[in-house]
């Protein structure tokens, strides 16, 4: 994806969007792009800046680019806390003719197994939860994010000066041991608010499952990106 959207640009001065602590910005600038992030929280932006991205402090909306144009304008699943017609409008400042706005957010599914392990820890440890892995109620997680998607396409055509916005995806898998899927689980979503008693314990519940699958799994993934041109004229 990367790749693909480097080669629609017209050259390599990236913008990234909510660029968090880098993760999207480092994969931009080893494919030998520039990339400028603008991060709201001044922690992550230090983290970034840590790792060799450049980083200036401000809502995406608020920036001042200060007469600065680009390439592209990236948002790597941090496009959903952007006024999705104010966000575009200020894309379309920005970039230079021709030059591409690529949103994207990564959506996983775990495997039917692999979800009813961990449901069943959570229902134990966090049975009035609203949320459990796996057992979700309602319709399959990329379907949400297929909203996310349509909402920023509908901001693009609103503020225009892009031209019709493509959808792309990309269908894709990682492996994860024990150790690095507990390491990562404090930052999903209602974990986050747990105590840290009920946390450990989700952990251990979850470690302990992935034991009996002997000690790592496989993850399906899908990369749902909305891509849009910068025409000529506003």
């Not at 660029?19 to 931009?28: D, E, K, P, S, Y």
């Not at 507990?182 to 992935?210: F, H, N, S, Y």
Request: charged share 20%; proline share 7%; aromatic share 10%.
């Amino acid at each position: 994806m990367v790749e693909r959207i480097i080669a629609a640009s017209p050259g390599p001065d990236v913008v990234d969007v909510g660029c968090g602590t880098g993760i999207a910005a480092r994969q931009f600038q080893a494919a030998g792009c520039t990339v400028l992030g603008v991060e709201p929280d001044a922690r992550m932006a230090d983290f970034a800046r840590r790792s060799g991205v450049e980083v200036e402090v401000a809502t995406f909306e608020a920036w001042a680019a200060a007469g600065r144009q680009f390439d592209a304008v990236v948002a790597g699943t941090a496009w959903h806390w952007v006024d999705p017609v104010a966000g575009a409008a200020k894309a379309a400042q920005v970039l230079r003719p021709g030059g591409r706005l690529a949103v994207f957010w990564h959506v996983f599914q775990l495997p039917p197994e692999v979800a009813e392990a961990f449901a069943a820890v959570y229902y134990k440890v966090v049975p009035d939860s609203p949320f459990t892995f796996g057992r979700q109620p309602g319709r399959p997680a990329l379907d949400a994010y297929q909203e996310l998607s349509n909402k920023a396409a509908d901001g693009i055509r609103r503020a225009g000066g892009f031209g019709d916005p493509e959808q792309w995806r990309f269908d894709w898998e990682h492996s994860y041991t024990r150790e690095q899927w507990l390491d990562q689980m404090p930052t999903q979503g209602t974990l986050t608010r747990l105590p840290p008693d009920k946390l450990a314990e989700v952990l251990a519940g979850t470690g302990a499952a992935i034991d009996t699958m002997g000690g790592s799994f496989t993850m399906p993934y899908n990369t749902v990106a909305v891509i849009a041109a910068r025409t000529s004229t506003a």
